[in-house]
């Protein structure tokens, strides 16, 4: 299946046990979140606040998710950030529309998307079609992803650039995470088949990024999309800008919005914690995706206008 666009503009990723959590796991600890802080405002909440603590002693890796919901905590780490990044403000980063990396008037090859599976914790199709216009804009692109799935965003990708490197949890780290096995069986689906594609297995924490620069490298456009809790982020984009990042490297992280418009605000936390000191380029959102982004050269930024215009989007199907 592909999807083409015209008009006037995780997962188990990246290693670690909570990239298994699923949608409904994230809404419930918002839940248990809401009823622990408000358990003692109204007497009969006090029963549900007590069944969310028997949830959580239950299963005690939804705590995690429950501190998560610590929305304004996250929003105040992020903007602690605010002098050092232009822009940074309560909408989040900076915004560059869309447009500017897809133009209207691009071809049809640019303003298509395939594979695009409409999956559970894949990409937006403007997600990947940002990646696309990226790698054109380094010849002999070479790209690294943490976080493959079912290889959409490598696959897509390995249609603009020369080699795509893509790094996920290996099977047996996965069924040791009591994974399904046909869950397992989908990673990759889409870009095993793609001879330029390397498929590397192992936890992003440990994994040899060094000896990967040495041996495939330098990377020209790298894609963080793995386990998106603060830590995970933050140590991520560390090891990525330590190892992998040179003078003209551009980095997307997925997931920084939880819709377009709408900040992630533990994620950018975590890639603000975890970007080094003096960095020259310049850190945005893209409009109408995901995605932050930092690129070594200036983009046309604004401040974020969640009550704009819409841009407006035409969206062929095929299957």
């Known amino acids: 299946m592909y999807g083409r666009l015209g008009g006037a503009q995780g997962a188990c990723q990246g290693g670690a046990a909570s990239q298994a959590a699923s949608k409904l796991t994230r809404e419930l600890a918002g839940y248990l979140a809401a009823s622990l802080a408000n358990a003692f405002l109204v007497p009969s ?24 919901a610590d929305v304004p905590a996250w929003r105040a780490r992020a903007l602690a950030h605010a002098g050092r990044w232009p822009g940074l403000a309560g909408g989040g980063l900076p915004l560059v529309p869309f447009a500017h ?42 790209y690294f992803e943490i976080g493959t799935w079912r290889g959409e965003s490598a696959a897509n990708v390995a249609a603009e650039a020369t080699s795509v490197h893509t790094l996920n949890l290996s099977p ?13 069986e989908l990673h990759g689906h889409f870009s095993q088949p793609l001879p330029h594609v390397v498929h590397l297995h192992g936890n992003s924490a440990t994994f040899d990024l060094a000896g990967l620069q040495r041996e495939a490298g330098p990377f020209d456009l790298v894609f963080i999309d793995g386990d998106h809790r603060y830590e995970a982020v933050r140590r991520d984009t560390a090891r990525v ?6 003078t003209s490297t551009t980095v997307v992280w997925h ?8 900040p992630r605000w533990e994620v950018l936390a975590g890639l603000l914690d975890g970007l080094p000191p003096g960095l020259p380029g310049q850190l945005v959102q893209v409009g109408n995706t995901l995605c932050a982004l930092y690129s070594p050269q200036p983009l046309p930024a604004q401040a974020p ?4 215009d819409p841009g407006q989007f035409t969206v062929e199907i095929r299957m």
């Open 45 to 68: 909440r006090l029963t549900i606040a007590l069944r969310a603590l028997a949830a959580l002693a239950r299963t005690p890796a939804l705590l995690t998710e429950v501190l998560a």
């Open 305 to 308: 206008d969640p009550l704009a």
């Open 255 to 262: 997931d920084a919005s939880r819709q377009p418009g709408q």
């Open 101 to 142: 990396f897809v133009p209207p008037t691009a071809p049809l090859t640019a303003r298509t998307v395939a594979p695009f599976a409409f999956g559970d914790g894949g990409s937006l199709p403007t997600d990947l079609l940002l990646l696309r216009a990226l790698a054109r804009q380094h010849p002999a692109c070479r």
């Open 241 to 246: 800008f330590e190892y992998l990042v040179s």
């Open 172 to 184: 047996a780290e996965m069924r040791a995470l009591k994974l399904p096995e046909r869950y397992i």
